[in-house]
T-cell receptor, first 118, second 114 residues
Framework: GAVVSQHPSWVICKSGTSVKIECRSLDFQATTMFWYRQFPKQSLMLMATSNEGSKATYEQGVEKDKFLINHASLTLSTLTVTSAHPEDSSFYIC??????????????FGPGTRLTVL | AQSVTQPDIHITVSEGASLELRCNYSYGATPYLFWYVQSPGQGLQLLLKYFSGDTLVQGIKGFEAEFKRSQSSFNLRKPSVHWSDAAEYFCAVGANQAGTALIFGKGTTLSVSS
C-alpha cells in the first residue's frame, strides 16, 4: 500500500529557531500534499495544500511567512516553521494524494511530527 | 460548505459490547467519506472509506460503516469491542474532486471498560 513518511517524528527546539519537517511519499508520486496541525485533544485542521512545482495554498489564518512549504518534487514536501514560539507546539501531520488515483480523492497520511518549542 | 459532525465527544463501552459511533456530514453532492483511528501520540490509520456503490462498507479490525444519504450519516459500527479499540476516532469527508483536502470531525474518544 501507499506509504507516507515524516521526519523527524518528534523535535524539541528553542524559541526563535526554525524547524524543518519532511513529508515523503515512499512508493507513489504525490501530485498534491496537505499539511494539517493537531492540538492536544483536538481534531486535524488543514494548514495548507501544496502542489508539486507551485506555491502552496494556505488556509485562512495560517501565516505563510511563518509556515514555509516547499513541494519541490513528486515525493517530497517540506514544512519549515520559522522563528518558532511555544504556541507553535503541536502535532503536524502531512498527507499525500497519489497522482495516479484519478478522480478518487484518497489521501495517505504520514505518522505525524510532534513539535515542542521551549 | 462542507462540514462533519461527530455528536459524541466521549463514549465508554464494555469490552465485548457493540459499538456505534455517529457521524453526520454536510455536503452538496455525494461525498467521499472516511473513518480514521488514532492512538495517543500516533498518526491516523484508515479504517474504511466510502466512494460509491454498496452503502455498507467493511473495514479493517472488524469495523463497518453504513452510508445513509437520506440522513447524511456515515456511522461506524463494530459488533464486539476489544480493549485495544480504545482510541480517538475521526470521521472525515472529502469532495468528489481530486486534490482537495479532507474535512475532519472533532473526533470521538472511545474508552473500553472491562
Amino acid at each position: 500500500g501507499a506509504v507516507v513518511s515524516q521526519h523527524p517524528s518528534w523535535v524539541i527546539c528553542k524559541s526563535g529557531t526554525s524547524v524543518k519537517i519532511e513529508c515523503r511519499s515512499l512508493d507513489f508520486q504525490a501530485t498534491t500534499m496537505f499539511w494539517y496541525r493537531q492540538f492536544p485533544k483536538q481534531s486535524l485542521m488543514l494548514m495548507a495544500t501544496s502542489n508539486e512545482g507551485s506555491k502552496a495554498t494556505y488556509e485562512q489564518g495560517v501565516e505563510k511567512d511563518k509556515f514555509l512549504i516547499n513541494h519541490a518534487s513528486l515525493t517530497l514536501s517540506t514544512l519549515t516553521v520559522t522563528s518558532a514560539h511555544p504556541e507553535d507546539s503541536s502535532f503536524y501531520i502531512c498527507s499525500a494524494r497519489d497522482g495516479s488515483s484519478g478522480a478518487y480523492n484518497e489521501q495517505f497520511f504520514g505518522p505525524g511530527t510532534r513539535l515542542t518549542v521551549l | 460548505a462542507q462540514s462533519v459532525t461527530q455528536p459524541d465527544i466521549h463514549i465508554t463501552v464494555s469490552e465485548g459490547a457493540s459499538l456505534e459511533l455517529r457521524c453526520n456530514y454536510s455536503y452538496g453532492a455525494t461525498p467521499y467519506l472516511f473513518w480514521y483511528v488514532q492512538s495517543p501520540g500516533q498518526g491516523l490509520q484508515l479504517l474504511l472509506k466510502y466512494f460509491s456503490g454498496d452503502t455498507l462498507v467493511q473495514g479493517i479490525k472488524g469495523f463497518e460503516a453504513e452510508f445513509k444519504r437520506s440522513q447524511s450519516s456515515f456511522n461506524l459500527r463494530k459488533p464486539s469491542v476489544h480493549w485495544s479499540d480504545a482510541a480517538e476516532y475521526f470521521c472525515a469527508v472529502g469532495a468528489n474532486q481530486a486534490g482537495t483536502a479532507l474535512i475532519f470531525g472533532k473526533g470521538t474518544t472511545l474508552s473500553v471498560s472491562s
